[in-house]
Structure formats: structure tokens, C-alpha cells
């Protein structure tokens, strides 16, 4: 399985950007997949994931800002991050579990500016 990520760059606080994650196998055999994200200086975070059924998950910081989603037949996800804010800034990674197996995508730039 190999994912490729896109999307990501700079923005000012407030505005808005959206990543996808697309991977070569199944989203569906997935049980799940989402993003990580490691802000300059500190540990990587989970920032959000989707499992198999469809349910988000999303980590406290990011409730209510972002919105992961997923097209099903482009095996896709894709996580809609709005009112950023400085702290958001971070290289952010897709990931795909499948039964236990993680599998990354490149990680992308995200860097919001106040």
C-alpha cells in the first residue's frame, strides 16, 4: 500500500486549507486513516482519522475547526482544516491502518502565519 498526500502551504490565522491522503489499496479494508501532525520543536500528535465505517475522530485542539471526510471511491481522505491558527503550524502526515499495519505518506507544510 503506498499513499500519496497533497495540499498544505501557508496561510494567515483564520483561513482555511485542505489536505488529501489517497492510497493505492482499499479505504474500505482500512480500519482507518487519517493525519498526524509534528509542530516545530515537539512530539508528533494525532490530528484526526476516520475509520472504516466513516466515524471521525478528531484530537480536542482541532474540534469544531477541522473536518475529515473521505471519498470512497477515489480512496481519499480528505481533512477540511478552517479558523487556523499559528499553532496549527506543523508538518502534517497521512497514515493508513490496515489490520495493525501502518502505512505513511510524505508529510506536507502546513504553516499558518499570525
Known amino acids: 500500500v503506498q499513499l500519496q498526500a497533497s495540499g498544505g502551504g501557508s496561510v494567515q490565522a483564520g483561513g482555511s486549507l485542505r489536505l488529501s491522503c489517497a492510497t493505492s489499496?482499499?479505504?474500505?479494508?482500512?480500519?482507518?486513516m487519517g493525519w498526524y501532525r509534528r509542530p516545530p520543536g515537539s512530539l508528533r500528535e494525532v490530528v484526526a482519522f476516520?475509520?472504516?465505517?466513516?466515524?471521525?475522530t478528531y484530537v480536542e485542539s482541532v474540534k469544531g475547526r477541522f473536518t475529515i471526510s473521505r471519498d470512497t471511491d477515489k480512496h481519499t481522505v480528505y481533512p477540511q482544516m478552517s479558523s487556523l491558527k499559528p499553532e496549527d503550524t506543523a508538518i502534517y502526515y497521512c497514515?493508513?491502518?490496515?489490520?495493525?499495519?501502518?502505512?505513511w505518506g510524505q508529510g506536507t507544510q502546513v504553516t499558518v502565519s499570525s
Open positions: 497514515y493508513a491502518n490496515y489490520f495493525g499495519a501502518y502505512t
Open positions: 489499496g482499499s479505504i474500505l479494508t482500512a480500519n482507518n
Open positions: 476516520i475509520s472504516s465505517g466513516g466515524t471521525p
